[in-house]
């Protein structure tokens, strides 16, 4: 992450803290591997023509029996974004509010 | 919005990332590893779009359509999925990761047949000779590359600077399987490419030795 700006007021402040909070996050989500698979389909084709659908990590058989799973599906491993959003809903609503000091009226 | 609903929120937002998150049968594994091969993934998907752009091969994933990606390394197995090269409808080249090369120190005294643990090592992403398999050697891989979803230090720098020592002898130049990208001439005997990726801009610092031994240093962050 960015290092830490101060800002003038609250608003900003906790704007700027949950955008980096949400760019950090991000980079972790979901949207990364649709990102990344999107890429492989733009260049890539499979032998029956049809579009690459997952990628998975195959485990070693000591990692299978640690982890009592046979292989890491990345599209479930990683963080969904709806548990994110929840970020750039709240910043939208602190940027909206006409205070420069959300949360402190009251 | 109150102070207090704003708190609310912030709460609710990281009991969600907590407990919310990941599917529960994954809540186990080291996210380093998740996080790890999808940098992988992700930096794979950048090299197969160079090829296909910079190069104009045509690109096929063999035996799945599911990309596939191992937590440990081991020799190839054509039996596992893989990236073919294709020019003029030929294969002429395989991309596969998590593999394992023999070392020039081993193959310079012809003891392929059965290399101790220090002759052969791992490679993240690798194009080879179309219809190699077992642990390739130098003479057979055309590009080498490392990913590091971590800081870049001096420890990684030496790793990937024996990586370079173990692949290719220092030459004049030589060309390379390439004609553009990622280059078309490398100080190396054999002229293999080798490309060392990482998250952090850290990476830029240490890439003085890659002019000299022929090393490719790129920060590529992810991207939100």
Known sequence: MEDIKFSETPKQELSYYLKGLYTELSLISQRQFLKTQFILNENVRTENGEKIVGIKVELTPQEKDLFQVDEIDLSKALIPDEAIRGILELIEIIQSSQSEDPGLKS | ?224
Not at chain 2, 14 to 42: H, M, Q, W
Not at chain 2, 45 to 70: D, S, W
Not at chain 2, 117 to 132: N, P, S
């Open chain 2, 1 to 224: 919005m109150t102070k207090r609903e704003i708190k609310q929120r912030i709460t609710q937002i990281i009991r969600n990332l907590c407990f919310g998150g990941a599917a529960r049968s994954f809540d186990v594994i080291p996210r380093s590893l998740t996080y790890g091969k999808l940098y992988e993934a992700y930096i794979l998907a950048r090299i197969l779009e160079q090829l296909r752009q910079a190069e104009h091969y045509n690109i096929v994933l063999v035996n799945t359509n599911q990309l596939k990606l191992k937590s440990a390394p081991g020799p190839i197995n054509r039996n596992y999925p893989r990236f073919d090269l294709l020019a003029n409808g030929m294969a002429v080249a395989s991309v596969w990761t998590d593999i394992e090369f023999t070392s020039l120190s081993c193959f310079r005294v012809e003891n392929t047949a059965n290399p101790s643990l220090g002759e052969y090592h791992e490679l993240d992403i690798a194009v080879v000779d179309y219809g190699v398999y077992g642990r390739p050697t130098p003479d057979q891989i055309w590009l080498a590359a490392e990913c590091k979803n971590t800081g870049y230090n001096k420890g990684l720098l030496k790793e990937i600077l024996g990586i370079r020592r173990e692949l290719s002898f220092v030459s004049d130049l030589n060309a390379t399987r390439f004609r553009n990208w990622p280059r078309a001439q490398v100080p190396a005997t054999p002229p293999s490419c080798l490309l060392a990726y990482s998250t952090s801009s850290g990476i830029q610092n240490y890439s003085a030795p890659g002019n000299f031994f022929g090393i490719n240093f790129y920060y590529e962050p992810l991207t939100p």
